[in-house]
T-cell receptor
């Protein structure tokens, strides 16, 4: 009965490939996020969607494109993968954007680019 | 720019000892404050949060944190560490916009 789920959990691929990570939440939340966690555990927000609309788009390469088909899903597509994209990517959701609303995190997807 | 600083990237305590993880924020407007824990190979889980009201907030697993406006701090404490507390801890701040900002994290090691 997972609240926020991500697939796949591990993703190993070669430079130049295109890959997608899927995220689903069953909490009925309106807002979803993508974070990148580097090897030093630093957590950086990439995107935020509220009711399927983009509300935060941090400075990330345009090779990264989020897609939200509905409120419960926020997928991340990455084109032309580079070595520096290797990281753990977390999806999260919250009832509403910002403020006092805590975020619920998925288990993460460990992306390794070789 | 609003930011959050966690003093000490690594804290080591003995089992049964006091745990103190430090967090300071920098803004003129008090934010909403959160502590999250990340166990190895897992996502982040909320430990506790401060929004309004009582400045001493109790969370899960015996943790608590106190909001001190005069010190712009929100330090996390636990009276007696357990081996199972070993994890990465993140302080986070949020305002009435769409942004939550995380500190760099503090890795807690508990020695037997």
């Amino acid at each position: 009965d997972t609240a926020v789920s991500q697939t796949p959990k591990y993703l190993v691929t070669q430079m130049g490939n295109d890959k997608s990570i899927k995220c689903e939440q069953n909490l009925g939340h309106d807002t979803m996020y993508w974070y990148k966690q580097d090897s030093k555990k630093f957590l950086k927000i990439m995107f935020s969607y509220n009711n399927k609309e983009l509300i935060i788009n941090e400075t990330v390469p345009n090779r990264f494109s989020p897609k939200s088909p509905d409120k419960a899903h926020l997928n991340l597509h990455i084109n032309s993968l580079e070595l520096g994209d290797s990281a753990v990517y977390f999806c999260a959701s919250s009832l509403a954007p910002g403020g006092s609303y805590e975020q619920y995190f998925g288990p993460g997807t460990r992306l390794t680019v070789t | 720019a609003q930011s959050v600083t966690q003093l000490g990237s690594h804290v080591s305590v003995s089992e049964g000892a006091l745990v103190l993880l430090r967090c300071n924020y920098s803004s003129s407007v008090p934010p909403y404050l959160f502590w999250y824990v990340q166990y190895p190979n897992q996502g982040l889980q909320l430990l506790l949060k401060y929004t309004t009201g009582a400045t001493l907030v109790k969370g899960i697993n015996g943790f608590e944190a106190e909001f001190k406006k005069s010190e712009t701090s929100f330090h996390l404490t636990k009276p007696s560490a357990h081996m199972s507390d070993a994890a990465e801890y993140f302080c986070a701040v949020s305002y009435n916009n769409n942004d939550m900002r995380f500190g760099a994290g503090t890795r807690l090691t508990v020695k037997p």
